[in-house]
Every structure is written in C-alpha cells, then in structure tokens.
C-alpha cells in the first residue's frame, strides 16, 4: 500500500512559526540560482521562518527545525550531522532532498582517465535519504511517468517530457515511488558506466523514518558559467537552466516544498 505521510505541524494560520532549514550548497551546479528559487517558494508561506546553510554543520539548527530543505552535490554530512539529522526525522520532523543530494562524488584524477567516482562515503546520510548516486547517462530529453497518479504531490500532473539528469541510484527497499522513469543502457564518465539490471528508476518518492517522512525529487540540474571551474573549465560560455523550465517541474517541485512547510501538499490542503 502507498505510505501515507505524516501531517504533524500546524497548518498556515497556525500561531506557531513553521521553523524551515535550507541547506543549498556543494559543487557544479548553480546553487544561487537553486537556493534563489527555493527560498522564492518558501516565501509563499507566511508561517515559514527559515535559516540558510551551506552545509550540514549547524547541527542544532537542523536538529530544532520542522523541516530540512536539501539541495546539494558532494556534500558528505559526516556522521555525527547524519545521525543528528535522522533522529530529527524520527521524531518528526520532515527532510526534502531534492536532486544531488545523494551523492558523493571524487572528480577525474588530472592525468588519468575522465571518470567520476561515486563512493559509498555517507552511508548514514544515505540510508536516511533512502537512496544513493551512482551515475547519469548523458543529459538529454527522456519521459517521466506517474505510477501514483492520485498521490497529492502529483494529483493532476500527466507523464511529461523533461530534459535533465537521469539517476541511477542504488535504493533501499523501502521506498514508496510516485514518479518514476524507464531507462537502460550507458552512463559514460562514470565508474559504474551502465544502468545495470534496472529498467525503471525512481524519479519522485518516500519513506517513513520513526514519526518524520523523507521525501526524494531527484529533478532539478542546474548550472552557470563558472560552477565547473575546479574541472578546468574557468567559463562553458552557457547558463543551463533548461530542467527548470518544465511546468510539470514547477509545479511537483512547489507542492514539495509546501509539503515540506506544512506536513500536507496545496491538494491536501485546499
């Protein structure tokens, strides 16, 4: 059966701010760009105090919010933060991780061959997360389709087109999928270079920890002229956007963040 989340914080006319952490940082992707559009989100609610962070080093903050926002890459929470952040979860607090949020990633050695590395370097965080990076095939247009068509994170959202970062990801058994996608074949660059036996990979999903819930939205690339600069590359000359640009994006990355907020999605809610 579908996991039904919890819904424990008082709602948008409550008395009681909805106290949110945002954790936007990491490499090769543009975090202004990312931690801009969430905190415009997150200025939706009224109800919302939050705090900014670069990484997960504020224990305190974390472990004393309603909700963690998470959008980063190559962020490794040791495990001291990791578990801080899971007992956060457990007694019910709520953890958005949205895109790369689950990897680690060691760059190409320079001399070497041209592949990324994914170690299993944050097991703590990524048993949490209920999931961990291991590659993406090259970026290009692929479909991703509801299995949960009446779940309220994508009431009304059809299957749609995006163009963005496929992940192949190694994943706990208990996760409840809302979106997922069909993919095998090559994933060059990277040290686990195919898809392996998988032919569907999850796109947008839960699971339960203790009293709190994780939500997973793997969409969301992102990336400027200059966030690729310790590759060798001081400017591509291009701002890649293109992943944001998709309605359908929008509008589960919005119902997202309001779940994250409030315990319960505008579907619920209205």
């Keep these: 059966m579908p996991h039904v989340m919890h819904c424990s914080t008082p709602q948008v006319n409550a008395a009681l701010p909805v106290k949110v952490a945002l954790v936007v940082g990491g490499r090769w992707h543009d975090m202004d760009y990312a931690r801009f559009e969430l905190v415009q989100l997150l200025g939706e609610h009224g109800s919302v105090q939050y705090t900014v962070h670069s990484d997960y080093s504020d224990v305190n903050a974390l472990a004393n919010s309603d909700a963690v926002i998470a959008y980063t890459c190559d962020v490794r929470p040791s495990r001291e933060e990791s578990l801080a952040l899971t007992q956060a979860v457990q007694g019910g607090a709520r953890l958005l991780a949205l895109h790369a949020t689950n990897s680690a990633l060691d760059p190409p ?13 944050m097991p703590e965080f990524t048993a949490l997360l209920g999931n961990r990076f291991l ?44 979106l997922d996608t069909g993919f095998t074949g090559d994933c060059p660059g990277f040290e686990v270079s195919h898809s392996g036996s998988r032919t569907r990979h999850p796109v947008l999903f839960t699971r339960a920890e203790g009293k709190g819930d ?3 939205f793997t969409l969301g690339h992102c990336r400027g ?15 890649d956007r293109v992943a944001w640009e998709s309605v359908q994006y929008r509008e589960v990355l919005r119902r997202c963040v309001t779940w994250a907020v409030h315990g319960e999605s505008d579907e619920e809610s209205g």
Aim: glycine share 6%; net charge negative.
């Design 109 to 121: 050695v320079a001399g070497g061959p041209k592949m990324f590395r994914t170690p299993d370097a």
């Design 135 to 178: 590659a993406h095939p090259k970026i290009s247009p692929w479909r991703v389709d509801v299995v949960q068509p009446e779940h309220p994170l994508v009431a009304g959202v059809s299957s749609f087109v995006t163009t963005d970062e496929l992940y192949v990801m190694d994943l706990r058994e208990d996760l409840d999928v809302i």
């Design 225 to 239: 002229r200059f966030d690729v600069t310790d590759l060798g590359i001081p400017d591509t000359g291009v701002v």
């Design 214 to 216: 994780v939500v997973y």
